[in-house]
């Protein structure tokens, strides 16, 4: 009698312990342990349309998704400049939760890498340096997809086009609200890719022709005027020069969804090293596709065949 209760003990003893370490296995930290999903962040930007400017960099210090930093990061400085047609720089991975992020912080330090001030400049045609600004911490709101069971690829679009102003002979960052919204965050399982051919750029009239992609319905006239940072186009989702020695433009990270594509001819009419905007350029396609009306889907790539048919408003 003595050896069944033994057992019977040693039976509901072993049966508390399961459920017990069963239950602590469930309040684990969400995104730790084997339920989450490894995600890598990476940083790209969207051209600059600056004449003078050579190059730009940002030094980064942290990077955060949703409250955790990205494993082992070390302060990095960065040429985002470069990193335009689809390159990246990996900043590290971690591991996030299914769902939408929440939050995305960016820390940029006033001193590079090597601890050299400035953190954050331009590098202008003459080789000279100019800082844009000191450290701030940069929270992204913009809501990327954490697929479950995947590896998660984030990349954060840091658009130079609307992150910089140039009052005089003077650049600097536009404002923290206004360079927080610049920052794009998506998830790359998510995007698709805009390329394009223009056959007559010289149409254009322009020394510059930028490509502007729109979310379909939100382009309007107005937009060519400057905002209150003196930022024109803000609300365009992505751009691309058009290049001028073979009409190719790439537009990358484009989440999938209707869009309008736009564009816009510059000129620097005053020898000033800025580019200044001109007009509108009219354009048609050679196939079905409506550049005021077309669907990107992701991990596609839409080409198009553009001709140049003249200036708008002139």
């Known amino acids: 009698m ?10 509901l003893l072993g049966l508390i312990l399961f459920v017990s370490c069963s239950e602590d296995d469930s309040m684990e930290e969400p995104g730790t342990g084997e339920g989450g999903n490894s995600t890598a962040v990476y940083i790209t930007d969207s051209p600059v349309d600056e004449a003078n400017v ?27 400049s470069s990193l335009t047609k689809g390159n990246t720089e990996l900043l590290g991975e971690l591991k996030l ?28 045609s003459g080789g000279a ?26 990349v954060l679009d840091f658009d130079l086009r609307k992150s910089l102003k140039h009052e005089g002979d003077d650049y600097s960052f536009v404002s923290e609200s206004q360079l927080e919204s610049s920052v794009r965050a ?3 399982m998510k995007t698709g890719v805009v390329t394009g ?17 729109y979310k379909k319905g939100t382009f309007s ?18 751009s691309s020069a058009v290049s001028q020695s073979n009409g190719e433009f790439e537009i990358h990270f484009l989440e999938e969804g ?54 708008l408003g002139l």
């Open 2 to 11: 003595l050896f069944k209760n033994l057992s019977r003990l040693g039976l």
């Open 54 to 80: 050579e190059a730009v960099f940002i030094t980064v210090s942290e990077v955060k998704v949703n409250g955790k930093a990205v494993e082992g990061f070390n302060t990095t400085t960065i040429e985002v």
């Open 97 to 124: 939760d299914a769902g939408t992020t929440s939050d995305i912080t960016l820390m940029l330090a006033d001193t590079d890498a090597s601890g050299n001030a400035p953190g954050n400049y331009v590098v202008l």
């Open 129 to 154: 340096k100019e800082e844009l600004g000191g450290s701030m911490e940069l929270n992204i709101n913009d809501q990327a997809e954490i697929v479950q069971d995947a590896q998660n690829e984030l």
């Open 186 to 188: 998506v998830n790359s």
């Open 197 to 213: 051919n223009v056959d007559n750029t010289s149409e254009a009239e322009g020394d510059v022709v930028v490509a502007y992609a």
């Open 221 to 238: 006239e107005s937009e060519s005027s400057a905002n209150g940072e003196g930022v024109t186009f803000s609300n365009a989702v992505s």
């Open 258 to 311: 209707d869009y309008e594509l736009h564009f816009a001819s510059y000129s620097d009419e005053d020898n000033d090293g800025k580019l200044e905007f001109s007009s509108m350029v009219e354009a048609s396609t050679a196939s079905s596709i409506d550049l005021s009306g077309f669907t990107v889907e992701a991990n596609s790539e839409v080409n198009l065949d553009i001709s140049f048919t003249g200036l």
